[in-house]
């Protein structure tokens, strides 16, 4: 909140409310504000008002140092990775298309081996992969203030998740091409549940509960367990608001424990449903 004055007696009082008009929250709290200035007003001048009264104006911080694009961009880096879940899907698919994982059970290697190496291969090829986009987006004139290499590496922990929806869609689909249909089809839910192009409607479950960067508490939301909305979020706010690892510890957290969850689930359905013993 800025107030564009310094006599608050004098008429023509200006109050500049500066935020990401986005978001919920933002509009809520100018409510609230312009509900109490009607009392304070009310009280402070009587029936009467003067006659310049006051004004009151909304900005949107983009319009201050960074654009849409950058907004965009700082969260496009985590639905980048969600396309990725395709590639995995689509290898694996592959495989059991051409019944490579069944002559594999006759093999001494076992399966954990196997899907070890693809994960490995999946880590090295999106660590390449986040570098172009990266080098990209600066590239073409991203402003953010934050620290890159820090957003790359929390980034980067996204491919958790991401392994897991792609074992557990091959595990269903045993033809490649279709198998990357899929993920496809729901790359498009995934990035808006992660607030990648749209702010998601908020879902408190507890009040004043996650601490925030600036030192105050807000809700836990339905969403922070939800993986990639927790690294949106995070990249977000570490590449336009400059965020250190202790301001973003809570999102991190949630990251790492939803992103384990996710890929320790479609690793074993994978297992079981594919190395099945016949």
């Known amino acids: 909140l800025i107030v564009n004055t310094s006599v608050l007696l004098n008429t023509n009082v200006s109050l500049t409310f500066i935020g990401d008009t986005g978001y919920q929250s933002f509009q809520k709290g100018i409510t609230e504000l312009q509900d109490a200035l009607k009392i304070f007003t009310s009280h402070f001048y009587g029936v009467d008002l003067p006659a310049g009264d006051f004004k009151v104006v909304v900005d949107n911080v983009a319009s201050y140092e960074l654009g849409q694009f950058d907004y965009f961009m ?7 990775l969600v396309l990725s879940a395709s590639n995995v899907a689509g290898i694996l698919g592959k495989e059991r298309e051409k019944n490579t994982l069944d002559r594999l059970k006759l093999s001494e290697m076992r399966p954990i081996e196997f899907l070890g190496g693809i994960t490995l291969t999946q880590i ?3 660590g390449n992969q986040l570098l172009v986009m990266f080098f990209a987006t600066y590239l073409f004139g991203f402003k953010g203030r934050g620290d890159p290499v820090f957003a790359f590496f929390v980034t980067l922990l996204t491919i958790l ?8 869609v091959a595990a269903i689909i045993p033809n490649g091409k279709e198998a990357a249909s899929v993920i496809s089809i729901l790359s498009a839910p995934f990035g808006f549940l ?4 749209i702010p998601v409607p908020e ?5 004043n509960f996650v601490p925030t960067g600036t030192g105050s508490l807000r809700a836990l939301q339905l969403w922070d367990f939800f993986p990639f909305y927790s690294s949106t979020t995070a990249v977000r706010e570490i590449l336009l608001f400059n965020y250190t690892l202790e301001q973003e510890l809570f999102n991190l ?7 384990l969850i996710f890929f320790t689930f479609g690793l074993f359905f994978f297992v079981k449903r594919v190395f099945k013993a016949e």
């Open 74 to 80: 700082a969260g496009f880096f985590t639905f980048g």
């Open 124 to 126: 090295v090829t999106t």
């Open 161 to 168: 998740p991401v392994l897991g929806i792609g074992f557990f």
């Open 194 to 197: 992660s607030g990648s192009f």
């Open 203 to 207: 879902i408190a479950l507890i009040p």
């Open 253 to 259: 957290v949630f990251l790492v424990i939803g992103g």
